[in-house]
Protein backbone atom coordinates (compact mmCIF):
# COMPACT_ATOMS: atom_id res chain seq x y z
CA UNK A 1 0.00 0.00 0.00
CA UNK A 2 1.16 3.27 -1.15
CA UNK A 3 1.10 6.30 1.22
CA UNK A 4 -1.52 7.58 -1.36
CA UNK A 5 -3.88 4.83 -0.78
CA UNK A 6 -2.68 4.97 3.44
CA UNK A 7 -3.45 8.38 3.22
CA UNK A 8 -6.73 7.87 1.68
CA UNK A 9 -8.43 5.38 4.24
CA UNK A 10 -9.11 7.69 7.30
CA UNK A 11 -11.06 9.64 4.46
CA UNK A 12 -12.66 6.24 3.44
CA UNK A 13 -13.43 5.72 6.55
CA UNK A 14 -15.66 8.84 6.99
CA UNK A 15 -17.12 8.31 3.98
CA UNK A 16 -18.83 4.88 5.42
CA UNK A 17 -19.68 7.04 8.67
CA UNK A 18 -21.42 9.97 6.88
CA UNK A 19 -23.85 6.63 4.82
CA UNK A 20 -24.23 4.87 7.75
CA UNK A 21 -25.57 7.88 9.99
CA UNK A 22 -27.22 9.44 7.04
CA UNK A 23 -29.64 5.85 6.33
CA UNK A 24 -29.77 5.50 10.18
CA UNK A 25 -31.47 9.35 10.90
CA UNK A 26 -33.01 9.08 7.50
CA UNK A 27 -34.70 5.56 8.18
CA UNK A 28 -35.54 5.94 12.02
CA UNK A 29 -35.59 9.37 12.48
CA UNK A 30 -38.29 11.27 10.72
CA UNK A 31 -36.96 11.04 7.67
CA UNK A 32 -34.42 13.92 7.49
CA UNK A 33 -30.81 13.19 6.47
CA UNK A 34 -27.37 14.37 8.49
CA UNK A 35 -24.90 14.88 5.61
CA UNK A 36 -26.55 15.43 2.76
CA UNK A 37 -27.72 18.99 3.30
CA UNK A 38 -28.93 19.18 -0.10
CA UNK A 39 -31.48 16.10 -0.10
CA UNK A 40 -32.91 18.06 3.55
CA UNK A 41 -33.57 20.75 1.10
CA UNK A 42 -35.50 18.88 -1.22
CA UNK A 43 -37.71 17.14 1.11
CA UNK A 44 -38.28 20.88 2.77
CA UNK A 45 -39.41 22.24 -0.45
CA UNK A 46 -41.23 18.83 -0.68
CA UNK A 47 -42.95 19.63 2.42
CA UNK A 48 -43.49 23.01 2.10
CA UNK A 49 -45.61 22.17 -1.53
CA UNK A 50 -47.73 19.80 0.77
CA UNK A 51 -48.25 21.19 3.95
CA UNK A 52 -47.38 25.01 3.87
CA UNK A 53 -45.17 26.47 6.56
CA UNK A 54 -46.30 23.96 9.22
CA UNK A 55 -43.67 22.76 11.71
CA UNK A 56 -43.27 19.32 9.73
CA UNK A 57 -41.81 21.31 6.97
CA UNK A 58 -39.92 23.72 8.98
CA UNK A 59 -37.97 20.62 11.12
CA UNK A 60 -35.80 20.02 8.00
CA UNK A 61 -34.08 23.66 8.99
CA UNK A 62 -32.84 21.77 12.39
CA UNK A 63 -29.95 19.45 10.73
CA UNK A 64 -29.63 22.22 7.85
CA UNK A 65 -28.49 24.88 10.69
CA UNK A 66 -26.67 22.49 12.75
CA UNK A 67 -24.27 21.41 9.81
CA UNK A 68 -24.23 25.03 8.42
CA UNK A 69 -23.03 26.63 12.19
CA UNK A 70 -20.35 23.78 12.32
CA UNK A 71 -18.59 24.12 8.83
CA UNK A 72 -19.04 27.62 9.32
CA UNK A 73 -16.83 27.43 12.67
CA UNK A 74 -14.67 25.22 10.84
CA UNK A 75 -14.17 27.85 8.24
CA UNK A 76 -13.39 30.55 10.31
CA UNK A 77 -9.44 30.18 10.02
CA UNK A 78 -8.14 32.29 12.37
CA UNK A 79 -4.66 34.34 11.45
CA UNK A 80 -1.87 32.11 13.24
CA UNK A 81 -3.73 29.07 13.45
CA UNK A 82 -1.93 26.13 11.81
CA UNK A 83 -2.92 23.58 9.72
CA UNK A 84 -2.62 20.76 11.71
CA UNK A 85 -3.84 22.47 15.07
CA UNK A 86 -6.94 22.90 13.39
CA UNK A 87 -7.43 19.89 11.71
CA UNK A 88 -7.42 18.07 14.93
CA UNK A 89 -9.45 20.70 16.83
CA UNK A 90 -12.25 20.09 14.34
CA UNK A 91 -11.43 16.27 14.41
CA UNK A 92 -11.88 15.70 18.02
CA UNK A 93 -14.92 18.03 18.29
CA UNK A 94 -16.54 16.68 15.62
CA UNK A 95 -16.02 13.51 17.42
CA UNK A 96 -16.96 14.69 20.77
CA UNK A 97 -20.58 15.89 19.81
CA UNK A 98 -20.66 12.60 18.42
CA UNK A 99 -19.97 10.73 21.31
CA UNK A 100 -22.55 13.27 23.34
CA UNK A 101 -25.01 12.21 20.77
CA UNK A 102 -24.69 8.51 20.99
CA UNK A 103 -25.24 8.93 24.81
CA UNK A 104 -28.46 10.51 24.26
CA UNK A 105 -29.78 7.71 21.89
CA UNK A 106 -28.37 5.19 24.21
CA UNK A 107 -30.04 6.44 26.99
CA UNK A 108 -33.49 8.39 25.82
CA UNK A 109 -36.17 6.85 22.79
CA UNK A 110 -34.90 8.83 19.73
CA UNK A 111 -36.82 6.81 17.47
CA UNK A 112 -40.56 7.36 19.13
CA UNK A 113 -39.98 10.24 20.64
CA UNK A 114 -40.02 13.41 18.15
CA UNK A 115 -38.00 15.89 19.92
CA UNK A 116 -35.26 14.03 21.06
CA UNK A 117 -35.05 12.42 17.70
CA UNK A 118 -35.00 15.74 16.04
CA UNK A 119 -32.81 16.77 18.70
CA UNK A 120 -30.39 13.07 17.35
CA UNK A 121 -30.47 14.29 13.98
CA UNK A 122 -29.14 17.88 14.59
CA UNK A 123 -26.30 17.19 16.61
CA UNK A 124 -25.40 14.41 14.51
CA UNK A 125 -25.50 16.83 11.78
CA UNK A 126 -23.31 19.25 13.69
CA UNK A 127 -21.25 16.18 14.66
CA UNK A 128 -20.74 15.63 10.79
CA UNK A 129 -20.29 19.16 9.65
CA UNK A 130 -17.13 19.40 11.55
CA UNK A 131 -16.05 16.38 10.80
CA UNK A 132 -16.02 16.97 6.98
CA UNK A 133 -14.82 20.44 7.50
CA UNK A 134 -11.56 18.45 9.43
CA UNK A 135 -11.36 15.66 6.87
CA UNK A 136 -12.18 16.39 3.61
CA UNK A 137 -10.24 19.65 3.18
CA UNK A 138 -7.71 20.25 0.58
CA UNK A 139 -4.87 18.18 1.01
CA UNK A 140 -2.54 20.59 -1.14
CA UNK A 141 -3.62 23.57 1.86
CA UNK A 142 -0.31 25.58 2.96
CA UNK A 143 -0.17 27.16 6.17
CA UNK A 144 1.42 30.34 4.82
CA UNK A 145 -1.84 30.51 2.43
CA UNK A 146 -4.90 29.96 4.35
CA UNK A 147 -7.16 30.72 2.05
CA UNK A 148 -6.45 27.60 -0.45
CA UNK A 149 -8.55 25.75 2.21
CA UNK A 150 -11.96 24.87 1.07
CA UNK A 151 -13.97 23.97 4.59
CA UNK A 152 -17.27 25.32 3.19
CA UNK A 153 -18.86 22.26 1.44
CA UNK A 154 -21.72 19.92 2.00
CA UNK A 155 -20.36 16.48 3.35
CA UNK A 156 -20.99 14.50 -0.29
CA UNK A 157 -19.81 17.27 -2.01
CA UNK A 158 -16.43 16.99 -0.34
CA UNK A 159 -16.63 13.43 -0.89
CA UNK A 160 -16.60 13.52 -4.54
CA UNK A 161 -14.50 16.21 -5.11
CA UNK A 162 -11.77 15.03 -2.73
CA UNK A 163 -11.33 11.95 -4.26
CA UNK A 164 -12.06 13.00 -8.22
CA UNK A 165 -8.58 11.57 -9.42
CA UNK A 166 -8.08 8.56 -7.70
CA UNK A 167 -10.57 7.18 -4.92
CA UNK A 168 -13.51 8.86 -5.95
CA UNK A 169 -15.25 5.30 -6.96
CA UNK A 170 -14.16 3.74 -3.66
CA UNK A 171 -15.26 6.65 -1.45
CA UNK A 172 -18.66 6.44 -3.02
CA UNK A 173 -18.60 2.78 -2.30
CA UNK A 174 -17.77 3.21 1.25
CA UNK A 175 -20.42 5.55 1.44
CA UNK A 176 -23.12 3.20 0.10
CA UNK A 177 -21.79 0.80 2.35
CA UNK A 178 -22.18 2.73 5.29
CA UNK A 179 -26.08 3.28 4.01
CA UNK A 180 -26.74 -0.22 3.95
CA UNK A 181 -24.70 -1.02 6.99
CA UNK A 182 -27.14 1.71 8.74
CA UNK A 183 -30.49 0.13 7.34
CA UNK A 184 -29.29 -3.14 8.24
CA UNK A 185 -28.22 -2.87 11.80
CA UNK A 186 -31.20 -0.15 12.55
CA UNK A 187 -33.46 -3.32 11.42
CA UNK A 188 -32.33 -6.07 12.53
CA UNK A 189 -29.94 -4.86 15.72
CA UNK A 190 -31.11 -1.31 17.13
CA UNK A 191 -30.52 2.47 16.32
CA UNK A 192 -28.34 2.43 19.45
CA UNK A 193 -25.75 -0.08 17.70
CA UNK A 194 -25.22 1.87 14.17
CA UNK A 195 -24.64 4.99 16.09
CA UNK A 196 -21.72 3.15 18.47
CA UNK A 197 -20.41 1.78 15.26
CA UNK A 198 -20.28 5.17 13.48
CA UNK A 199 -18.11 6.03 16.40
CA UNK A 200 -15.83 3.52 16.59
CA UNK A 201 -15.11 3.80 12.82
CA UNK A 202 -14.75 7.94 13.11
CA UNK A 203 -12.48 7.33 15.56
CA UNK A 204 -10.31 4.88 14.16
CA UNK A 205 -10.34 7.57 11.09
CA UNK A 206 -9.35 9.83 13.40
CA UNK A 207 -6.29 8.57 14.19
CA UNK A 208 -5.49 7.91 11.59
CA UNK A 209 -5.66 11.50 10.40
CA UNK A 210 -3.59 11.99 13.44
CA UNK A 211 -0.73 9.20 12.55
CA UNK A 212 -0.73 11.26 8.89
CA UNK A 213 -0.54 14.53 10.49
CA UNK A 214 2.42 13.54 12.73
CA UNK A 215 4.29 11.63 9.52
CA UNK A 216 3.49 15.33 7.91
CA UNK A 217 4.96 17.43 10.51
CA UNK A 218 8.10 14.94 10.96
CA UNK A 219 9.06 13.13 8.12
CA UNK A 220 11.19 10.44 7.86
CA UNK A 221 14.76 10.90 7.53
CA UNK A 222 16.21 10.47 3.96
CA UNK A 223 19.03 7.73 3.47
CA UNK A 224 22.76 8.69 2.10
Known sequence: MDGRSAKNWSGWGLCFVFGLLDATCYLALGGAFAALMAGNLVL????LGDFGL?????????????FTVSATVA???RPGTTFRSLKLDLLWTGWSI??????????ADPVHVTAIGWLVVSTTAAALGFLSGAVFLSRGYEEDNQSQANFMADGISHLVSYHVS?????AIVFFLLGAVAGGVIYRYVGIGYAFTLALLVSLLAILGEVRQLKVHQNPPASSG
Open 75 to 77: GAV
Open 54 to 66: DSASLVYLLPILA
Open 44 to 47: MGLS
Open 98 to 107: LLATCLIVWS
Open 166 to 170: SGKLI
